[in-house]
């Protein structure tokens, strides 16, 4: 009998972020990409969120390289984190490497590494399977697809992609290889990618932005032009600068990852600008603003980004205002919304215009819609079908559209995070559920547990309430106190509750704990905080948290 090939998800399955997958077979693993997602408003003070990776601990050695389908954050920003407990080389393509190593790099890890990279259509040998990888068109240059194939056929991972037929670097979505695939080998299990899959329709090509860019640069003559967009957005930052050269203006770029990417995607040959076009940011002051455009970071509104600075008229570089113009070239990520809302708010306070996505075709997705996924499984013609990168409603939603393309009911997979699938002679099962939770990164390193979490939401919604008393146990008296002190819980004058009715129901539930001779400091704090509790929220209807400290003298 064959050796069982299975497939683990650690991540991107039930959310748009942090992907990452293991396939194993005859004892060895190969991850495929180890993402990060970035936190909301849900998850205060977090600075990232990875993937549980205690079921790559359990595999060690096991584990004997990761491949990585492209350069995004979603699909790289783990390895920092998890090369800390485990080493072993990384495929991708040049840039898709690249981008991966600066955060690589910077946690000091490159020793825990190699960097292998692979060309486009290249196969590699990797660990027991052999992997082709397949170009396709996305938002980051030189993405692939995977065509993995192990003892149980060929299994396809379209990692993040849409069919661009016109893309900025003609590299197009090699759809003919997927279909000679298809048709000589025969696909067993495609994966896809899920994250348009409630959209209609087809993407519109990357290629129109750079008319709709051309079109806003025109009818703006005078003032300054920034373009806020993603910084590895490499075709995105070309269309900018080939606009921006033919009208004249100098570009500049702002924000530390913008400025490295460039420079990476111009070394490497994948950006063209010429020498005399690019500028560094600390020469703007000298050129007029009919002459200037800034490529900027902080299209997603993120905190002390360039962007977001600018709008709070806090940049270092620049002070945006009457006469300007700002370009934001990016939807905001579902969770962004607000803070991607305040920005413009606070760009247009300033004086500057803003256009996005909402008032012009300046951005398009990277990700297929429906009829793009329908041309895939068309062309693809799995056997089996596992939809993977979305929210739960993304992946249902693509497993609709499969089953609409003939492929039987029962042979498509609803998987989520934590899921392993095993592919048989002829079969495709869910087998164990492995540890797939988040993992909360909160300053350098660490994990915040879901406990903090909940502390710091009912702190950010509800403040503190401190008690504090001194008692003398062994006499049962209180010698100290009750004393109060509030932070973000205000007890309002009237109508509401008064500190005074604090301080005598503690002073109360004290006395008689203490009289029934209760000698338990811990024992007496929980009577503290269930009697306050109660009172507070009775007649304030707020549950803020509640800290008494007792102690002994
Ligand atoms: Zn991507
Ligand atoms: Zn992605």
Known sequence: MASEVKITFLGGLGEIGRNCATIEQDGEAVLIDCGLMFPTLDTPGVDLILPDFSYLRELGKKLVACVLTHGHEDHTGGLSYLLRELKFPIYGSEITLGLARNRIDEAGLTDNCSFEVVKDLERRKIGPFEFEFIPVTHSVPHSFALAIRSAKGVIFHSGDFKIDLTPVDSRLMDLARIGEISKSEGIRLLLADSTNAEENGHSESESIVGDALMEVFAKHSSGRIIVGCFASHIHRIQQIANVATAVDRKVFTLGRSMGKNVALARKLGILQIDDDMILDIEEVSKYPPDKVCIISTGSQGEPLSALTLMALGQNRWLEVGQGDLVILSADAIPGNETAVGKVIDG???????????????????????????????????????????????????????????????????????????????????????????????????????????????????????????????????????????????????????????????????????????????????????????????????????????????
């Open 347 to 553: 760009l247009y306070r300033r004086g500057a215009r803003v256009v996005h996505p909402a008032n012009a075709k300046v951005h398009t997705s990277g990700h297929a819609k429906r009829d793009e996924l329908r041309t895939l499984l068309a062309i693809a013609k799995p056997e089996y079908f596992v939809p993977v990168h979305g929210e739960y409603r993304h992946l249902y939603n693509h497993s609709r559209i499969a089953m609409e393309m003939g492929i039987d009911s029962e042979n498509v997979l609803l998987a989520q995070d934590g899921d392993s699938i095993v592919l048989g002679d002829d079969s495709l099962e869910f087998s164990d559920v492995v540890p797939a939770g988040y993992l909360y990164v909160d300053g350098v390193v660490g994990d915040v547990s879901h406990g903090v979490l909940r502390d710091r939401k009912v702190l950010s919604e509800e403040g503190v309430l401190v008690i504090f008393a001194a008692v003398d146990i062994s006499n049962a008296e209180i010698l100290v106190g009750p004393e109060i002190a509030t932070k973000g819980f205000i007890p309002a004058d009237e109508g509401s509750i008064r500190l005074e009715e604090i301080i005598q129901r503690s002073r109360e539930v004290l006395s008689k704990e203490l009289a029934n001779g209760n000698v338990d400091k811990e024992s007496l704090s929980k009577a503290v905080r269930s009697a306050i509790g109660k009172l507070v929220s009775r007649q304030t209807k707020r549950k803020p948290m509640i800290i008494p400290v007792i102690t002994e003298v």
